[in-house]
């Protein structure tokens, strides 16, 4: 049967190849004809009559009524696409294409103009020619150079002359007399360590209030430091703008005890009460100037000048406050000599550090000082220090991105606690100088401050040996205190009072009360 299929195929394709002979000529021989058989071969046709009018169908009378109506499908098919005479249109398609094609042709260049004299149009003012009857006008005055915007202040002591007051005020004069009761009183710190649990009990009383939070500044908070003060709570913040910022909390309305001076005039990194006259306050600022507030004298006299530096960090040699270690930007180092005539340094050493931004003395070796500069942590002693520099006694090199600051602990100095943009902070065990210091603690705290708002700090609570302060970047907006061990004691944090990350913060030394400033100039103080 197969067979006789076959045959019965071949040979009615044959027939319709004789019938239409077109469909073999020209390039539609190839393609269009084996389209159309092999679309001819796959029809059906109606399979309810066993007559058979296809041509060469007779010689297959054996074929079962299946195949004879296939054979029928096939032929009918094939006649339809012959009628359809897609050859003929295809050709005179391909002739239509031909005849459409344009030929290849050069562009043509433009012709070049002929020079008729004129020329083409030019600005006179360009040529800088006059035109016809017309004068030029004078070409005006350059301004004058502007060699710095803000310029260093008067060498020699500065008068103490509120910017937001009259300095013959009579609330002034009571305001600089309470700072002088208030530092002669003194405070009675003996540094006594506090049990831990007393300590946090104490810490978790503390609160803030709209009448604790005030702008003092105009620019950025950069430093702050409270009066040792047991009486009244006295805040003094450096500012962005050169300013220093004195408020005295206690005083109601708020804004009447707010005193600002402008004895910098770039920002205010550093400031410290003297530990020996709380009546002085000394300020040291990117001008390369260090001063000495006195509230007695109303004045501020000038302790340290260097005009072809600036300034990063200070710190206190000796406990009298007599004798200085300044850090420099460019990574040098000043010993200073507040007994000694004029306001130069007694000794300056270059360092191979790129910067320093943090100067550290050790509360009771206080020859070691460390400094805390791009991704170096060193300790150095400060009697060995040379016009050449020094090599540090140690070199801390686990911290992988900038380091923003690095303090001993406030009693014993047995602690060293650095801040990292590596979101860490670190805590060492330095209670032995003359070996490597061993990493007692890594604590996770995220130190991304970004570019507007100045680089977190952690700072040890002065009166509780083993408690750090920092800010935060968590929501709602907060300060935390972390326990040596990493354990977090407690966040000071008021959805209604503090909105602001508060990068600079500073605790009271005897009393339980934190001061911490914001980018905008305010101070958010919580008490006790």
Not at 483 to 509: D, Q, W
């Amino acid at each position: 049967m197969e067979a006789t299929s076959s045959r019965a195929e071949s040979t009615l394709q044959k027939s319709s190849l004789d019938v239409h002979p077109e469909s073999n000529t020209g390039q539609h021989k190839s393609t269009l004809d084996a389209v159309m058989v092999s679309a001819d071969m796959e029809s059906s046709q109606d399979g309810d009559s066993n007559e058979d009018t296809t041509p060469g169908l007779d010689d297959f009378s054996g074929l079962s009524s299946y195949e004879k109506k296939r054979l029928k499908n096939i032929s009918e098919n094939a006649n339809f696409f012959a009628s359809l005479q897609l050859s003929e249109s295809a050709a005179r398609l391909r002739e239509m294409i031909k005849k459409r094609q344009p030929s290849e042709s050069k562009r043509k260049k433009p012709k070049k103009r002929e020079n008729d004299g004129t020329g083409c149009r030019r600005s006179m003012r360009l040529l800088k020619v006059d035109p016809s009857e017309v004068s030029l006008p004078a070409t005006p005055p350059q301004p004058a150079f502007v060699a710095d915007e803000n310029p260093l202040l008067p060498p020699g002591p500065l008068e103490m002359t509120p910017e937001n007051r009259d300095d013959n005020d009579e609330l002034f004069k009571g305001f600089l007399q309470t700072w002088e009761e208030m530092s002669k009183a003194g405070s009675k710190n003996t540094k006594e360590l506090p049990s831990l649990k007393s300590y946090k009990a104490n810490v978790s009383r503390m609160v803030i209030s709209e009448e604790t939070v005030c702008k003092v500044t105009k620019g950025s908070v950069l430093s702050l430091a409270l009066h040792p003060s047991e009486t009244r709570t006295l805040v003094a913040a450096g500012a962005k703008y050169g300013q220093i910022g004195l408020w005295d909390v206690t005083h109601q309305p708020k804004e009447e005890g707010v005193y600002v001076f402008h004895p910098h005039s770039q920002p205010v990194s550093c400031v410290y009460f003297s530990p020996a006259n709380p009546a002085h306050i000394l300020s040291l600022s990117y001008d390369g100037t260090v001063r000495c507030g006195d509230f007695s004298r109303a004045v501020f006299e000038e302790v340290y000048r260097n005009e072809s530096s600036t300034f990063s960090s200070f710190d206190f040699l000796a406990e009298d406050a007599s004798t200085l270690v300044v850090g420099h930007w460019d990574g040098s180092m000043s010993l200073v000599d507040r007994r000694t005539p004029g306001t130069s340094y007694e000794k300056l050493s270059k360092f191979s550090l790129e910067k320093i931004r943090t100067v550290h003395v050790h509360p009771v070796h206080r020859q070691y000082f460390v400094t805390a500069g791009l991704r170096d942590i060193h300790i150095y002693d400060a009697r060995s220090l040379t016009p050449r520099g020094s090599q540090p006694l140690i070199a801390l090199t686990e911290h992988t991105k900038s380091v923003a600051s690095a303090y001993f602990s406030p009693i014993t100095g047995n602690r060293l606690v650095t801040t990292c943009a590596d979101s860490n902070l670190r805590i060492f065990d330095s209670s032995c100088i003359a070996s490597q210091l061993p990493l007692l603690t890594t604590i996770r705290h995220n130190t991304n401050t970004g570019r507007w708002l100045t680089r977190f700090r952690a700072v040890w609570d002065p009166k509780q040996e083993d408690c750090i302060i920092v800010g935060s970047m968590a929501y709602p907006r907060r300060v935390e205190i972390f326990h040596e061990t990493g354990k977090r004691l407690h966040s000071f944090l008021s959805v209604e009072y503090l909105a602001s990350v508060c990068s600079i913060n500073a605790m009271h030394p005897v009393r339980y009360i934190l001061a911490g400033g914001n980018s905008s100039g305010k101070i958010h103080v919580f008490m006790n």
